[in-house]
């Protein structure tokens, strides 16, 4: 069983920085890609970035290209997203996802065969 466990969310001022991580285990762990994503209140889970983890290709939202960088350590099994220009509309549960498959559509959920609990950012204005 693969498990993904998403930390370093929390509250932080407009124009602040967070990075979140997300630890995967299990002990026949393979992905192909690992993807973030995030859930506004009120609104559907939306694509954020992903990386591949053998050449570390990366893909971005528009929303967030040029603020949110997505990177991997193979070693630590461990997916970062540095999440800098916060901005109010930032605010979401972020979960982390892990395909270990074909991949060939990053910005889509059913893409993913493993996902995380969870982490909430609070941008406030």
């Known amino acids: 069983q693969v498990q993904l466990v998403e930390s370093g969310g929390g509250l932080v001022q407009a124009g602040g920085s967070l990075r979140l991580s997300c630890a995967a285990s299990?002990?026949?762990?393979?992905?192909?890609?690992m993807g973030w994503f995030r859930q506004a209140p009120g609104k559907e889970r939306e694509f954020v970035a992903a990386?591949?983890?053998?050449?570390?290709?990366?893909y971005y939202a528009d929303s967030v290209k040029g603020r949110f960088t997505i990177s991997r350590d193979g070693a630590k099994n461990t997916v970062y997203l540095q999440m800098n220009s916060l901005k109010p509309e930032d605010t979401a549960v972020y979960y982390c996802?892990?395909?270990?498959?074909?991949?060939?559509?990053?910005?889509?959920?059913?893409?993913?065969?493993?996902w995380g609990q969870g982490t909430r950012v609070t941008v406030s204005s």
């Open positions: 996802a892990a395909a270990t498959g074909r991949a060939p559509r990053w910005t889509f959920e059913d893409t993913y065969d493993y």
């Open positions: 299990g002990r026949t762990f393979r992905s192909s890609v």
């Open positions: 990386i591949s983890w053998s050449g570390g290709n990366t």
